[in-house]
């Protein structure tokens, strides 16, 4: 039985992240990375995607920054986001041997805890760096690592980004079998690895983000509470062109003492913190063109976003 049927628009799109993929491989890490940052730089500069919901997030994270300042963080975010996306399109090519010319693993006390942690754990990360191997890197790391992935509407585009997730052997759970899947590796000493700092609606856990409350997703917590697992929070940091640094900053585990909501309300207050702790190091590795605050109104405050 076929599938459903294309439209033109979607295969158009497709085509054209292909092409643009083919293009981006076909040059040295170098030569992409400034395509790339780029591309950032063309979408801030001259076509403002998002610029003014940029502006509102990094004033309401840095009250005290001059506009120029303000501009500048925003502007070498998009360019970072632009390096990541070129990244992203290249990854097949970014194992182990690649790891090991370019990414230094800072050997910090949460690392060395995570690679003993005999039981499962949930190794999330942000969208901060390159997230995405940041998730390879955990894979390295940590055998038995899943990603937990959401699903795009254009059937061949998600074919297509998953492919380059799953192209170093890591497993890749849809959000049904999430609970399944994650239950799995809790069992069997592995990582459950995915996104945890999107405006979650009205189901998620209200914790403050930079001085304002946010929605943050409940998943992460709620498994680790109900399991009894550990959160482990990393991050990629650019050093200079394709070299980078590996940082897992914390692990973070569940407290037994409260009820199950404050217990959910605690370690996401806690990874949240780790996030901006991260971000007031490096603000420019932060994509902060999302709506970070919507669901709690930053943007009804006639700011422009």
Request: hydrophobic share 40%.
């Amino acid at each position: 039985m076929s599938g459903p049927k294309m439209s033109f628009s979607h295969r158009l799109q497709y085509a054209a992240i292909r092409c643009v993929s083919a293009v981006v491989n076909a040059v040295p890490p170098g030569a992409a990375l400034a395509m790339g940052s780029l591309l950032g730089r063309v979408c801030w500069s001259i076509l403002g995607v998002r610029r003014d919901v940029c502006r509102v997030n990094i004033r309401q994270a840095f009250p005290d920054l001059p506009s120029r300042e303000v501009d500048r963080i925003g502007r070498d975010s998009y360019r970072n986001a632009g390096r990541f996306m070129v990244e992203f399109a290249r990854q097949p090519g970014m194992g182990r041997a690649y790891a090991g010319k370019y990414v230094t693993v800072e050997p910090t006390p949460a690392l060395r805890e995570f690679l003993e942690t005999s039981t499962g754990l949930l190794a999330i990360s942000f969208h901060f760096g390159n997230w995405e191997y940041g998730g390879i890197m955990t894979g390295f790391l940590k055998p038995g690592t899943a990603f937990l992935v959401g699903e795009q509407r254009n059937e061949l585009v998600d074919g297509h980004i998953n492919r380059l997730r799953g192209s170093h052997g890591n497993v890749l759970l849809t959000r049904d079998a999430a609970m399944r899947g994650i239950i799995g590796i809790a069992k069997n000493g592995g990582a459950a690895s995915w996104l945890s700092d999107q405006d979650a609606g009205k189901n998620g856990i209200v914790v403050p983000f930079f001085g304002y409350p946010a929605s943050t997703p409940r998943g992460a917590a709620a498994f680790s509470v109900k399991l009894g697992i550990p959160i482990a929070c990393s991050f990629m940091v650019r050093v200079r062109g394709p070299h980078q640094r590996f940082v897992l900053r914390a692990v973070l585990h569940p407290r037994t003492d409260l009820p199950r909501d404050e217990a959910e309300k605690d370690i996401t207050l806690r990874y949240t913190k780790v996030l901006e702790e991260a971000v007031r190091e490096n603000p420019d590795h932060y994509w902060w063109a999302h709506r970070r605050w919507k669901t709690t109104g930053l943007y009804k405050r006639g700011r422009n976003a």
